[in-house]
């Protein structure tokens, strides 16, 4: 039934908080790392909104990230000594430990890619990092435009030819699943409790009746029929 | 130095010639199989001229395939009891057998990516059949041109976010090398010098002085620093 499984990345599949914070804590000494960290992913959405908007043309995610690192850096009053190589932080996050595992079962049952507003660069270097054993690139870039714009989904369900209701989304984020399903693709749901820490408040349970609901990527596999 | 390398794959890494054929014979009893492929391949390049010369807007490989598959069948006098699945023969080309082992040494030490007239959704099936490891998916479609035209190798370098001078091309096809040096990426010859059969008289030797000349794939992953 389910040709393709795409993926949200960031949340889903890798501890963007921690790494980005181990970065954050080489680069500036004193600095509070996990504050920075959620800081900097604060801004990403209102900075892809403008884009979604049609207020600004697409910029692939690291250039955002790299405007974001100087806003944030201003706000707590440091000046990163290397400011590129932090924003390459984005290039070396941590997979949960599930995924690896999880993913290699499932490349077995179906096409698996991301679905990620990270560019292809960003994408290729973090599965390279992690050992993320995507098939292939698709998201953002190729939609030029930025989850959850529907346009996204479309574009990387079209780009390997396939109709929405055979490619499966699977996402940590209930928005990401309610813009995937109103799309037409199929839905996905792996919980990631402390994605923002322990004192983590959303996406703590699915808030729809998703088509698969799983502890953790090698449960989701199990469930591929 | 070269931080990525981009392949060249129909002819290149798989053999086209020997993998259609043995579909075209299920299909086609009595008919000379690899006469049908060479004449359906012989259609590719016209095919994409009419594109990269703006005639048509850009349409995947796939439907330029299944478009060639109808005018060569007609010249034969065949009729495919399954078109749709014959035309699927192009995503379940044999690599040669060096390729496999040979990308996996050059993924140790470079991004690897196709960078082939064949769309995503093409090349992603091709990788699965044959255990391609590729990093990522590059080339015509998110280029949205084919090759020789330079678009397609900028495209592709510059969604690694890498210069052209960072980014080598593989090809067996001396024409493919000049087209990418003559867009500024450095180059790799591997000859292939049965992949048109027995008599074949082209692409037997390195038309220039290619910036890394290998006999096999594991031998170029040798020549990398």
């Known amino acids: 039934m389910v040709q393709a499984l795409i993926f949200d990345v960031f949340g889903t599949c890798v501890d963007w908080r921690s790494s980005v914070a181990r970065d954050v804590a080489q680069q500036f000494p004193g600095v509070h ?9 604060a801004e ?24 974001n690192l100087d806003r944030v850096s201003a706000r707590f009053g440091v000046t990163a000594p290397d400011p590129e190589g932090l924003n390459r ?20 049952k179906a096409i698996i890619a991301p679905c990620s507003n990270g560019s292809i660069a960003l994408m ?3 599965a390279r990092y992690g050992g993320l ?7 953002a870039e190729i939609a030029q435009d930025y ?12 780009a390997l030819q396939l109709p929405p209701d055979q490619v499966m989304m699977v996402a940590a984020h209930n928005s990401d699943l309610v813009a995937a399903r109103a799309a037409g693709l199929k839905t996905g749901f792996v919980p990631r409790p402390t994605e923002h820490g322990p ?4 996406d703590l349970e699915p808030a729809e009746a998703w088509d698969l609901i799983a502890p953790d990527f090698p449960s989701l596999a199990e469930q591929l029929t």
Do not use: N
Request: aromatic share 10%.
């Open 33 to 41: 790392a996990l504050a920075f960290a959620d800081a900097w992913r």
């Open 44 to 67: 990403y959405d209102p900075a892809m909104a403008r884009i979604r908007d049609g207020a600004r043309g697409y910029i692939a995610l690291d250039v955002l990230h790299r405007e």
């Open 89 to 108: 932080a984005w290039e070396r996050l941590d997979p949960w430990p599930d995924v690896v595992p999880g993913l290699r079962a499932m490349k077995e």
């Open 124 to 126: 290729t270097r973090l």
């Open 133 to 139: 054993p995507w098939d292939c690139i698709l998201g």
């Open 147 to 158: 989850k959850p714009s529907h346009a996204v989904y479309h574009a990387s369900c079209a």
């Open 199 to 202: 004192g983590q408040t959303i």
